[in-house]
């Protein structure tokens, strides 16, 4: 009887074994779906509270009226980042339909896996992601001219301050002097010194490659006045703007008005940080805090209309795993309809990224001033550079700031100088 | 029978020196009795003790206090500022019971399939002569010496793109099976073996199989425990593997959902490490009383008493 | 003296005997963990290295997409990538921390446990917590304790460093190299203690004979009776060395600051899984893989310097 349990013991292994050997080689599976397949669809969107309520309310909606091709939406999971969580899902060919969290960074990486459908394979698709885009949709292009993302939403970064810390530390809390670095420092030092917050301003020091967009690309975008880090297949930023604002963070960093150390919390919401550098999604989530906001310094100012900053952008991306194409395109369009774009705003405070924004949704912005700033400031924001290897750059990029800036072991320029040579490299491959 | 047997003697301990007769091969330091050395050891094994469970027991203190105080007045629970808010706070972000089946679930097959394969490899490569087993042993040591970390892109290469195993189970168990340590286990033990029993065993014409069976399987409870608890640890500590091939929230084991969480969504909790250490705390409550559960048939039986028997 | 290795006798064998071995049935026996280690070990080394040569990246299913050939390019630029060289030395500085005290705390611990003291029991318990408790949730303590708030700072005060112990390029590996030692101790002490419990008593009673006093019998008896635990005590902690992911990726933020505590896995995480360069990536892993075998190699044969074979 011993041998009989030995031998329904090497059965049950070798169902094993036949079951890890028999799995599908997914290498040679057929490409899925079709331009003209309509029926049931999977889309994700991203973790914040009020994202998830406009998808629900979105989906909902699509629900009523299309019930033979239903959308399912969850989050995005989680991970170290949105884009790694895609790329994996793309290797395992199990990405849902849309994706309403495709950061226009690492849409070349997620084309060049063969992980997303060109737009323009539908008739009506160059011309909805132009005509909705208007001024600047050459920004979201692959090399060959086709779109691999409709870009959806951006969120301008500028800077909030917290008015209550401002005047604990005797600082005019309505027009505090931030334009200029010597200005900025100068309150930033007032700021921490007195004793009224801990850091003056908290950027984390993480080493993710997405960092430099809430530090130092905001400050570049406005020192240049609208340049992207790589322009043409050169490197900006060991230019003399590049430099100054390197040189600008690493005094902060130096003199401890900004931590090396990640926060704990929400610095900002938690009044640990008196500044931050937020886009308007935060107005929702800083309600408890007496805000003010102002665009990012430069080193000699820069009126507040000509100031440049960072887009923050977030696409849709449609993914070769989807089956149900036409149905994920019209929902796509459904979803960016100038209905549900408003819906978009009022509901998470971010900025549709259409043709004539303030024209479109006047009645908004005349209700909600405090997002008009940052209205006016998606006019004038740089997105990241559509290159080959994007996240590579970036990630190299970010490795050379945090050794030279954030934690001073180097010289700025020559790490900043060697950086963009690896990285006209990695984006000529 | 040189073997002793401390772990079979009365847990306090203090009887066992005195009485020679009972426990004859207890160690001489007990019965040479030099009180200053006992206070020193104790001393020092207290000592280590306090730095060893300070952590785990700041854990639990940490989880259940409202307001993080990071103070040394903090270390000590305080009534006015315990909650059971945080606890609720990850359970609202993180299905906790639902990752903890997934943890289960996920060792309990590590456990199950590391437990079969070792015995019998571990058995052939003590007891057995055949061809090749120098090569099995040196192909089993190379995996104890090169771990299934260094390998992450190759296998997470064949387990998601070629077998489509992303987000299940049986992808997260099977490169575990590899894991040489219970076959290690095993194998140390049956060669410490009288070489007589197996002798015995074989001379009235029992088969290999039944000898695995009935003699030496029945004497290996230490060492099947140890080989439970030790692959029991490994996949309910791990985290890079399942971290790696699970995306879906569901499917994520508590460690990982833990971590996905400590990365990234714990930034915008109002108390971000209480809600931590209660995740952590639900994390390591299982493991530790399942060992201690476990700790208990360590000390009643041991290698030494099976022999004798 | 049953616990000694029996030499087999030398016999003239039969022709089958000599093809197959005096138990062919150990194979059968050995058959399903060689089937997993093929599949499962053999099989992704050898896709590493076959990655390795390629400028390799996961690609979606179905999808036509180029991999280009591109012979050593990957190990030169390994070779020589600062950061590798980083990881190395991060590896280096976990060894010389994890593995000497691992060897000596261990050892000395388990020799007062197997003394008969009072609460022995529990103090062996108390060892286990941390090793049967999931990295995951202890890091979280540790983030606390050591934060630049944290419990830790308050206690030093003055003497707290700055930048903080875990954002400290100086202090982050020798944190990470504590903390591996912390929650590994009580597996070794583990380790010891069965080995200790196999020297036989006649070698004290005959040291004691002798006249040797407590400290000579520890170092002329224990320590060469445990030899064969310390081996693999070191071997373990030192493959421990090679792999550690979860404490960069999560107590130092990602191998900060600025990859001061980088490892070399997490290296081939960040390159290989979130920048999507597995043909880098794989070649790290190999270059590390040859690395690990060449150490583990030379340990074996420092440590096992002149014990009967």
């Known amino acids: 009887m011993h041998s009989r349990r030995m031998r329904r013991v090497a059965v049950a292994l070798t169902a094993l074994l036949v079951l890890t050997a028999c799995a599908r080689d997914g290498d040679e599976e057929d490409e899925a779906g079709g331009e003209e397949a309509s029926g049931p669809i999977d889309i994700w969107y991203s973790n914040n509270e009020a994202e998830i309520a406009w998808g629900q309310a979105v989906v909902e909606a699509w629900n009523a009226e299309h019930p033979d091709e239903e959308v399912s939406a969850q989050e995005i999971p989680a991970g170290d980042s949105s884009e790694e969580v895609i790329q994996a899902s793309i290797a395992a060919g199990n990405t849902p339909c849309l994706i309403y969290n495709t950061s226009p960074a690492a849409v070349p990486q997620f084309e060049r896996q063969g992980g997303l459908v060109a737009l323009d394979e539908f008739s009506d698709g160059a011309s909805y992601v132009q005509e909705r885009t208007g001024e600047g949709v050459e920004q979201y292009q692959s090399a060959d001219g086709q779109y691999f993302q409709l870009p959806w939403k951006a969120n301008p970064v500028m800077v909030f301050y917290n008015r209550a810390l401002f005047e604990e530390a005797g600082i005019d809390s309505e027009e505090p002097p931030l334009a200029t670095y010597e200005e900025f420092l100068q309150t930033s030092r007032t700021l921490v010194e007195s004793g009224a917050a801990e850091a003056a301003i908290w950027p984390s020091p993480a080493s993710q490659f997405f960092q430099p967009w809430f530090d130092f690309y905001p400050l570049f975008a406005a020192q240049t006045g609208g340049a992207q880090l790589v322009e043409e297949g050169e490197p900006r930023f060991a230019s003399e703007e590049g430099l100054a604002v390197a040189g600008f963070w690493r005094t902060m960093y130096d003199e401890g008005l900004s931590p090396k150390e990640e926060a704990a919390g929400d610095a900002f919401a938690d009044g640990q940080s008196a500044m931050a550098i937020v886009g308007p999604w935060a107005i929702a989530v800083y309600g408890e805090v007496d805000w003010g906001v102002v665009p990012v310094p430069t080193a000699d100012g820069t009126p507040v209309e000509e100031t440049y900053s960072f887009s923050d952008a977030k696409s849709i991306g449609l993914y070769s795993s989807c089956e149900n194409r036409a149905t994920a395109w019209e929902f796509l369009k459904f979803s960016t309809s100038e209905e549900n774009d408003g819906l978009l705003l009022a509901e998470t405070g971010q900025m549709p990224m259409r043709a004539d924004l303030p024209g479109t949704y006047a009645d908004y912005f005349e209700e909600n001033p405090d997002y008009q700033l940052f209205a006016d400031q998606a006019a004038r924001t740089v997105e990241v550079p559509n290159v080959e290897n994007s996240i590579n750059m970036w990630q190299t990029f970010r490795n050379a700031y945090s050794e030279a800036v954030i934690f001073g072991e180097a010289e700025v320029e020559p790490t900043f100088e060697q950086a963009a040579e690896e990285i006209t490299g990695l984006i000529a491959e | ?309 | 003296m049953s616990a000694t290795p029996r030499a087999e006798a030398p016999a003239r064998a039969p022709v089958t005997r000599r093809l197959l071995g005096r138990q062919p049935i150990g194979a059968l026996f050995a058959a399903p963990y060689v089937l997993f280690w093929l599949a499962l070990f053999a099989w992704p080394m050898g896709l590493a290295v076959v990655i390795s040569f390629r400028d390799y990246f996961f690609a979606a299913p179905g999808a036509q997409v180029e991999r280009p050939f591109v012979g050593l390019d990957n190990y030169a630029q390994a070779l020589s990538d600062p950061v590798v060289h980083r990881a190395a030395l991060n590896v280096a500085i976990f060894i010389l921390i994890n593995v000497p005290l691992t060897v000596v705390l261990a050892l000395v611990l388990a020799a007062a446990l197997n003394t008969a003291l009072p609460l022995r029991t529990m103090f062996r318990s108390a060892y286990y917590v941390p090793y049967v408790t999931a990295s995951v949730a202890m890091v979280g303590v540790w983030l606390w304790l050591f934060s630049s708030g944290g419990l830790v700072n308050s206690l030093a005060g003055g003497l707290a460093p700055d930048p903080s112990w875990l954002v400290n390029s100086f202090w982050a590996m020798p944190i990470i190299a504590l903390f591996a030692t912390w929650k590994q101790l009580g597996f070794y002490v583990l380790l010891y203690l069965a080995a200790l419990q196999n020297i036989p008593e006649t070698l004290y009673e005959a040291a004691k004979v002798d006249g040797a006093g407590v400290v000579r019998r520890f170092r002329a008896v224990t320590v060469p009776g445990v030899r064969s635990a310390t081996t693999l005590v070191v071997i373990l902690a030192t493959i421990v060395g090679a792999n550690f992911f979860t404490e960069p990726y999560l107590l130092t933020g990602g191998g900060g600051p600025n990859q001061a505590s980088i490892s070399p896995v997490l290296l081939m995480y960040q390159e290989g899984i979130q920048q999507g360069e597995a043909g880098y990536a794989a070649a790290i892993g190999v270059v590390l893989a040859v690395f690990v075998m060449g150490v583990s190699l030379v340990y074996r044969r420092f440590v096992e310097e002149g014990e009967p074979a």
């Not at chain 2, 040489?180 to 140390?188: D, K, L």
């Not at chain 2, 049956?190 to 009935?214: H, K, N, T, V």
């Open chain 2, 1 to 309: 029978m040189s073997a002793t047997s401390v772990n079979r003697s009365d847990p306090s301990g203090e009887t066992v020196g005195g009485t020679a007769a009972t426990t004859p091969n207890a160690p001489s330091a007990t019965r040479e009795g030099s009180r200053l050395r006992r206070v020193a050891g104790f001393l020092a094994l207290l000592a280590g003790a306090i730095v060893f469970l300070f952590p785990f027991y700041y854990m639990i203190v940490g989880a259940m206090q409202r307001e993080p105080d990071p103070t040394v007045s903090g270390a000590f629970p305080d009534p006015s500022n315990l909650t059971l808010a945080n606890l609720e706070a990850i359970n609202g972000r993180v299905d906790l019971l639902g990752s903890l089946l997934n943890s289960a679930i996920f060792t309990g097959g590590v456990i199950l399939l590391t437990l079969v394969l070792g015995l019998l490899a571990g058995y052939s490569l003590a007891r057995l002569e055949f061809r090749g087993r120098a090569l099995v042993f040196g192909g089993m040591l190379l995996t104890l010496i090169l771990p299934f970390q260094l390998l992450l892109i190759p296998l997470y290469v064949m387990i998601v793109r070629t077998y489509g195993l992303a987000d299940t189970y049986l992808g997260m168990i099977v490169p575990f099976a590899v894991n040489a340590t219970a076959v290690f286990i095993f194998r140390q033990f049956f060669r410490s073996l009288p070489a007589e029993l197996f002798d015995a065993a074989r001379i009235d014409g029992a088969s290999e199989l039944q000898i695995l069976m009935r003699v030496a399987i029945p004497m290996s409870k230490p060492a099947i425990l140890t080989a439970v608890l030790v692959s029991f640890i490994g996949p309910w500590n791990e985290f890079l593997w399942p971290f790696l091939i699970t995306k879906e929230a569901a499917m994520q084991p508590l460690a990982v959902s833990l971590a996905n969480y400590i990365t990234t969504v714990a930034a915008s909790a109002a108390n971000p490490f209480g809600a931590i250490l209660a995740g952590a705390t639900v994390l390591a409550i299982p493991a530790v009383v399942i060992f201690l559960a476990f700790q208990r048939y360590f000390l009643q039986t041991d290698i030494g008493a099976s022999l004798k028997g």
